[in-house]
């Protein structure tokens, strides 16, 4: 899931490590940033992505969830993931088939998607995975439709939120809810070991 998902890295700029730090500050008097990773030269045989840390972000991650309101079955110890998409659903097939391994951390308990009859509903509902459509169009404004899209999210007690072809953009009071809490996305941020 973490190679598919790229947990809300935003952009990625790669500095010489002596200056990483100096960077780091500099861009912080502006910006939230972290330092998420390293480059290293590529091994023979090796992945071109490791991700390390994924584990003991996630778990970090449901600390502050207490109660769960979702019906249907949880795995425990796995993070509730709710993933949001608007046609086809390919990246949310490999999301789908990556959860399903006894390797992951993660359970997709929810898919949203902003447009009825699109196929990645389909691929969520033969998963087993409950879908629901809200669509945009029935809204006046983003910030109504990001509401409704929140109701639902709480609804099934979602920790982690996926955009996996969503092709809306989400108005700043719904970014900031989900990515303010230290519950979720800054951690996964710092999970991510990038090699190149």
Known sequence: ???????????????????AQQVLRDIQAHETAWL??????????????QVLNLHRALQANRSLCVHSHIQG???????????????TGTNLEA?????KKDTSYAQIVL???????????????????????????????????????DKVLEEFSVELICLAGFM??????????WEGN???TEQLLLALLWVT
């Open 111 to 149: 898919v949203i998607s902003n447009k009825a009859g699109v196929e990645g509903l389909r691929k969520a509902e033969r998963a087993g995975i409950p879908t629901r459509v809200i669509e945009n169009t029935r809204y006046s404004s983003r910030t109504e439709f990001d509401s409704a899209v």
């Open 1 to 19: 899931m973490a190679r598919t998902f790229n947990c809300g890295v935003g952009a990625v700029l790669v500095v010489q490590k002596e200056m």
């Open 95 to 99: 999301l789908i088939n990556s959860t």
């Open 36 to 49: 998420i990773g390293k480059v290293v030269s590529l091994q023979k045989g090796s992945e071109n992505v």
């Open 73 to 87: 079955k949880v795995q425990p110890g796995k993070v509730k993931v709710a993933v949001l998409i608007s046609g």
């Open 182 to 184: 230290p519950e979720h």
């Open 168 to 177: 809306r953009i989400l108005s700043g009071p719904f970014v900031k809810k």
